[in-house]
């Protein structure tokens, strides 16, 4: 199984046409066709259901489609790491990310980081704890910055400077919108919104105590922005970290009793890094060393 190929494979699946990827490609369409049916062949599965005027990914095709996609992402990745050598630091670096105020830390640095080294670039890939050790452990990204809880004992971890504080997102039209604090009691009539992780919800579990098992639990989420827009049109309160932005018609409101959380920065153990991965994780501990005394 070619790289080309899998590359030939994704264009088709993306636009859903073979003469327009062939001429995409350059290719005749005869040529393209024949690679996709020895592709096929090769793995034993039908990829396309073949239309007159259109293909479409089967069962089979869209498994593939997602495998391809990381392979050929590790592959450009591996192939930039060793092309883009020489003294001067030059390259990707890729970060997975999880939505905290940390990141504003990070950004700093990242920003901090390229004006010493402008050949470098970072790619941000946003998404869950889980979500990015799973690509961590694929090769995809290399560091992730992650709040806790997380199991460290494959990892080797930086703590981040700032505690994330666990707030609740309001709506103006709630009753509760003008308060100063949320208590667990406050929320037992109201339609909550929780974070998706297990872990995370254990945690919560603990602050609620006795009234957990009262709540009224409207939907999970993973990702801030859609929380924050499900807020916006009434589905409930959201439970989430106090973030650096700011919505004219929903309030991140504290918890009372207080409840904070660690994030740290993390990478796999004896991992083989390019260049400017290890600057970049160099510069990093002398920035959250200096942070840290100040």
């Given amino acids: 199984m070619e790289i080309r190929v899998l590359k030939y494979f994704l264009l088709v699946a993306r636009e859903e046409n073979i003469t327009r990827a062939a001429n995409l490609l350059h290719l005749t369409q005869p040529t393209l066709s024949r690679q996709l049916m020895q592709l096929e062949e ?5 990829l396309f259901d073949r239309g007159r005027h259109s293909v479409r990914l089967t069962e089979d095709g869209l498994r593939l489609k997602q495998r391809a996609q990381e392979i050929v992402e590790l592959a450009d990745k591996t192939v930039s790491e060793f092309t883009l050598g020489g003294e001067e630091l030059a390259g990707e670096i890729c970060i997975g990310c999880g939505e905290t105020k940390n990141m504003s830390f990070l950004s700093e640095q990242m920003r901090a980081f390229r004006a010493l080294h402008p050949l470098v670039s970072f790619n941000i890939y946003s998404a869950t704890a889980d979500d990015v050790k799973e690509r961590m452990a694929r090769g995809l990204v290399d560091i992730g910055l992650l709040t806790e809880p997380v199991d460290l004992a494959k990892y080797d971890f930086y703590r981040m400077p700032q505690k994330e504080a666990w707030s609740a997102l309001i709506s103006k039209a709630s009753p509760l919108y003008e308060k100063a604090a949320i208590t667990a009691e406050d929320l037992v009539s109201q339609p909550v919104l929780l974070p998706m992780r297990d ?4 945690e919560l579990a603990s602050w609620f105590g006795d009234v957990y098992d009262e709540l009224e639990v409207a939907a999970s989420y993973n990702l801030i922005v859609n929380a924050a827009n499900m807020v916006r049109h009434g589905m ?12 004219d018609d929903l309030r991140f409101i504290p918890l009372s009793p207080a409840l904070e959380t660690g994030a740290v920065l993390v990478w796999k153990k ?6 400017e991965v290890r600057a970049f994780l160099e510069f990093l501990r002398n920035s959250i060393q200096a942070s840290q005394t100040v």
């Avoid at 090769?42 to 039908?46: A, I, R, W």
């Avoid at 309160?237 to 919505?247: E, Q, R, T």
């Avoid at 004896?270 to 260049?275: G, T, W």
């Fill in 236 to 247: 409930g309160v959201a439970f989430c970290f106090d973030m650096d932005f700011h919505y």
């Fill in 270 to 275: 004896n991992q083989l890094f390019s260049a």
């Fill in 42 to 46: 090769e793995l034993g599965v039908k």
């Fill in 199 to 202: 872990s995370v919800r254990h």
